[in-house]
């Protein structure tokens, strides 16, 4: 079965870090760009970061541009968001999600995952 388990969110305040972590399984995960997506209360979803699968090139939503850094260890199948200077605006729950095109796009990817709450507090 193809599985995205993202996990890592949490309570945070103002100025504080969390690491995303999204674990892939039954599908070949290096052929895969991730992307990192989120959806706040009463908000569409935003594309907040992708990674492609070949040269590993990035982008990022100019909200989070300098503060959030994604990657990617095929080793682990497993991508990661990292997010400092959180801000509560970045409030919102994160989904990540598999697929052949690293774009902001939600309607390329294949896969996602459960999505996972980060809250932060002022």
């Known amino acids: 079965d193809v599985q995205l388990q993202a996990s890592g969110g949490g309570l945070v305040q103002a100025g504080g870090s969390l690491r995303l972590s999204c674990a892939a399984s039954g599908f070949t995960f290096d052929d895969y760009a991730v992307g990192w997506f989120r959806q706040a209360p009463g908000k569409e979803l935003e594309a907040v970061s992708c990674?492609?699968?070949?040269?590993?090139?990035?982008y990022y939503a100019d909200s989070v541009k300098g503060r959030f850094t994604i990657s990617s260890d095929n080793a682990k199948n497993t991508a990661y968001l990292q997010m400092n200077s959180l801000r509560p605006e970045d409030t919102a729950l994160y989904y990540c999600?598999?697929?052949?095109?690293?774009?902001?796009?939600?309607?390329?990817?294949?896969?996602w995952g459960q999505g996972t709450l980060v809250t932060v507090s002022s």
């Open positions: 999600a598999a697929g052949r095109l690293a774009t902001a796009d939600p309607d390329e990817y294949d896969y």
């Open positions: 990674i492609s699968s070949g040269d590993g090139s990035t």
